[in-house]
């Protein structure tokens, strides 16, 4: 016997294909199983029994027709039997050999090649059929994108997190009627969804019916950090998988032609089977020229099989012919409808996942195959097609990975003094954040597509926000929260218009920090959003490129108090709204290509601090406007091409504090002694040779910086400012330092490093503010200092 487990080979697949099964395939796989064990069948008889038996016919050659074993035995015999005497056959004087002899010669030449080979022939052509069945999941060039899709299948329909999501759906559709009060008990029971306020009736029932009522589970199951990750892991793989296979339609053209294949197949073998199944006989009639060896040259066969096979034949010719209907149906599904399209219309309805997208091609070919199968196969797949799927699961990894213990690690004090949280580069916000009522200030950077919660309003003690290009959406329920408590608003985006609408109308706000840039076709006009409902803003920063102060910073200039506009080189050209702020105290002009001093500045009386770093200021002759500005304090000049400071800032008698570090300076004039009031000089990275002699009038001075220059030596009337608490002198050319130093009782810090100095005044030590921290200096000049002078300045 053959056992059919020999094929098996040619119908073995993983159990995992099954899905892409439809049912006519199931049925056409059964049917092949039938044929094949009709061929095995067959061949196994073929092989282990005799196929003929032939014996000589006594008739005289004239007298024999055209079918003489019809003629024959069937009259012979019934006579015989009829008159109940013992049968004695005819004696022919053959013996076994020769007998044999003409079995074989009559098989293969009297027997139709149709009865001798209908086994076979089954065998093969079932072989057939089961190669083009599974033809598509063996060849290479379809075989790995099945086996991919299959693998990444099954995972999603087995992973919690589609129960999750799906159970999030379910349970929001459940809500609904719930909340509006027309659940009834049952409803209650079986969904678990909380009811709405009922009627007495309705509670009196459900009382007295407790069996019924079911404890209300949780609607969505908790994922570990482990599913959490698995589950983003096949996020990535579904969206890699879905370009790879939607670039083109392999395997739908490979199934087509298979089909195809196996329906002309099928025509052909019906065909010629039904033309030579008639030629299965079971008398069959030889003439061989054997005279010369067995005395006889015409035979009467009996083909033993030809009964059985006959059955056979016709049981396998029926099956051919539902094989052959189920090819014929596949073709019709294959073309009645597009196969290469496949809309999740159904799936958004049920799920409310209305971004699912509709998928082509091969995709979509193996999803309509899949709903033949099972369509729930699809409907959990389609979980992981949705953006907004991924989203609540980032979400939930975020929430298992920012635990609140480990977001409270992270909060610290910033440099306003509030408890600030900071967060950078995450995929999401994790509303663990909200659980953290105390902090003050919330920075998130570089956090796409922020969304709110509601659980923002938790943050009761929120009074600063920073968004980094951080994209954000805010509902309107919020708006209101963060309009009454937060006071400070820092938005840094790549161009402005990317800044959100609803920080415009944050009623409360009291500091707006916008930073990005205008459209190049834009920056000339510099447009910004209205600023009539900041009411209360008095700080605003705006860094880009505008080539005019915005319009609507006039909005705000009753109560604007600072402004600093960091314009990275672009040139501002239209300064006079400026004029308009007269309440403006601090004003900064940062890199904005200034070559002189704007005329505006000088009509704010109340300007107190005016910076003007990186520019390309040269001159400064309309330092003599300041005196204009009566209150003005602080004057930041650095970072600029300044090569002299005029004769005329003798008249800022109110002057503080005169920053012109990083500018090309030579000298000093001697009327600079006559600023009476200054307490802070700094004139480091220039090249000034020498001071003048004035600078000891400057009775209040407390800072003076003179580090990077080029002095040799220091008036002695310097050390008449007695005030001087910081003195730097580093990286000049100095080769002593006066012993006029130790009337500097004040001075607590001293910088001398990049001199020249060969030692130090041992009067450093009546410096009693001075300690070893605060002395800059090489070690080998301070170790020469008398060692009472050290021990001074090393006591604590």
Known sequence: MIPVAEFKQFTEQQPALKVLKPWWDVLAEYLTVAMLMIGVFGCTLQVTQDKIICLPN?????????????QLLPRRIPEQMGALQEVKGLKNNLDLQQYSFINQLCYETALHWYAKYFPYLVVIHTLIFMVCTSFWFKFPGTSSKIEHFISILGKCFDSPWTTRALSEVSGENQKGPAAAGRASATIVATAGATPGKAGEGEKEKVLAEPEKVVTEPPVVTLLDKKEGEQAKALFEKVKKFRVHVEEGDILYTMYIRQTVLKVCKFLAILVYNLVYVEKISFLVACRVETSEVTGYASFCCNHTKAHLFSKLAFCYISFVCIYGLTCIYTLYWLFHRPLKEYSFRSVREETGMGDIPDVKNDFAFMLHLIDQYDSLYSKRFAVFLSEVSESRLKQLNLNHEWTPEKLRQKLQRN???????????????????????????????????????????????????????????LPFSLQVFLRDHLKVMRVKCEELREVPLWVFGLRGLEELHLEGLFPQELARAATLESLRELKQLKVLSLRSNAGKVPASVTDVAGHLQRLSLHNDGARLVALNSLKKLAALRELELVACGLERIPHAVFSLGA?????????????????????????????????????????????????????????????????????????????????????????????????????????????????????????????????????????LRALSRLELKGNRLEALPEELGNCGGLKKAGLLVEDTLYQGLPAEVRDKMEEE
């Open 607 to 743: 300007l107190q601090e005016l910076d003007l770093k990186d520019n390309h200021l040269r001159s400064i002759e309309e330092i003599l406007s300041f005196q204009h500005c009566r209150k003005l304090v602080t004057l930041r000049l650095w970072h600029n091409q300044i090569a002299y400071v005029p004769e005329h800032v003798r008249k800022l008698r109110s002057l503080e504090q005169l920053y012109l570090s990083y500018n090309k300076l030579e000298t000093l004039p001697s009327q600079l002694g006559l600023c009476s009031g200054l307490r802070l000089l700094d004139v480091s990275h220039n090249g000034l040779h020498s001071l003048p002699p004035e600078v000891g009038h400057l009775q209040n001075l407390q800072h003076l910086a003179l580090s990077y220059n080029a002095l040799e030596a220091l008036p002695d009337e310097l050390f008449f400012c007695r005030k001087l608490r910081t003195l730097l002198l580093g990286d000049n050319q100095l080769s002593q330092l006066s012993p006029h130093v130790g009337a």
């Open 415 to 473: 440099a306003a003094g509030r408890l600030e949280l900071a967060l950078c580069m995450l995929p999401g916000l994790p509303d663990t954040i909200f659980e953290l009522s105390e902090v003050e200030s919330l920075r998130l950077e570089a956090i796409c597509d922020i969304t709110f919660p509601p659980g923002l309003s938790q943050l009761v003690h929120l009074q600063e926000l920073s968004l980094l290009h951080s994209p954000t959406r």
């Open 58 to 70: 006594h008739e005289p050659q004239e007298n024999l027709s055209e079918a003489p074993c019809q």
